[in-house]
């Protein structure tokens, strides 16, 4: 595996990959890897000649300073997990100037509202930050095919407006949530918890499974309500919020049409670290 520690070193490996005509899937990452990371590689790797990934802890979609500083980074433990899964080819491992060359500042992006719901509520500038790096790395690495976990739903909907905005050459492809045993949708933040409080956050899951089988039966109130109580009565966790959203647009709905796809969406903050979840319903 190559490691590609700046933008000249990237760009040099990418125009020999074009000249040999390969095709290059490519997953970007802040680090922190865990199984989740690996299954955009093994989904990449099915139909691309090459899976390139990177590796940068995105500056400007952190809008909480605390956040930034507390985002777990080590270097060698990641390349470690990239080596010994064999399925990455090269990774590239950016300094902030081979992103931004002149200041650490996002683009202002119009995504057509999807940008003011959900996590854009809570994380204001969040997506922001996000498109301007996602762009610049495409821009840079020239992927064909890119790879994006559904976790981060909102996320991947965002990067495809992108992508269709800016008439970007590739494709994006959303990779189902990897979970742990418990359910647990795996993420970097889950290194912060006790083993104790990740067993007991398979409640999140747990209840979005719940949700699925409310959906037919009752109103979109009521299964408020009952996840609302299911949350009151867990010890350190917060319910940040529940709701369920038209997947086209993420608007929350107020009634559930037959033709629509609908996913449920919930943030739990345990022990102080936020945690995100979503289903299809
Ligand atoms: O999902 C992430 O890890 C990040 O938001 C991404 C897409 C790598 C951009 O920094």
Redesign the pocket.
């Known amino acids: 595996m190559e490691v590609l520690k700046s933008k000249k070193i990237l760009q040099d490996f990418v125009e020999r990959q074009r000249e040999m005509g390969k095709r290059i899937g490519f997953a970007?990452?802040?680090g922190a890897l865990h199984e989740g990371h690996l299954s955009l590689y093994e989904e990449a790797r099915k139909e691309n000649d090459l899976v390139i990934s990177s590796i940068?802890v995105?500056p400007t979609?952190f809008n909480n300073q605390e956040d930034l500083a507390k985002y777990p980074r080590d270097i060698q433990r990641d390349l470690e997990i990239l080596r010994k899964s064999g399925l990455v080819d090269a990774v590239y491992v950016p300094e902030v100037i081979d992103i931004y060359p002149e200041q650490a500042k996002s683009d202002n992006y119009d995504f057509g509202g999807l940008e003011n719901e959900m996590e854009g509520k809570s994380r204001p500038g969040h997506f922001d930050g996000?498109g301007t790096?996602?762009e610049e790395l495409f821009r840079q690495v020239k992927p064909n095919c890119a790879y994006?976990g559904e976790k981060?739903f909102q996320?991947l909907a965002i990067i495809k407006k992108m992508v269709e905005m800016r008439n970007l050459p590739v494709k994006i492809i959303g990779v189902p949530i990897y979970r742990a045993e418990n359910g647990l949708a795996l993420s970097s933040r889950n290194q912060r918890l006790s083993e104790d409080r990740r067993e007991a956050s398979k409640v999140i899951y747990e209840t979005l499974l719940k949700v699925k089988g409310w959906f037919k039966e009752h109103s979109y109130e009521i299964i408020k309500e009952k996840v609302k109580d299911i949350f009151d009565n867990q010890h350190s966790m917060k319910l940040e919020y529940f709701l369920i959203a038209d997947e086209k647009d993420l608007k929350e709905v107020e009634f559930f049409y037959n033709d629509r796809n609908y996913r449920a969406f919930i943030v739990v903050v345990v022990d102080g670290v936020r945690l995100i979840d979503n289903l299809p319903m």
């Open positions: 970007p990452t802040m940068f995105n979609q996000v790096v996602v994006f981060d996320q």
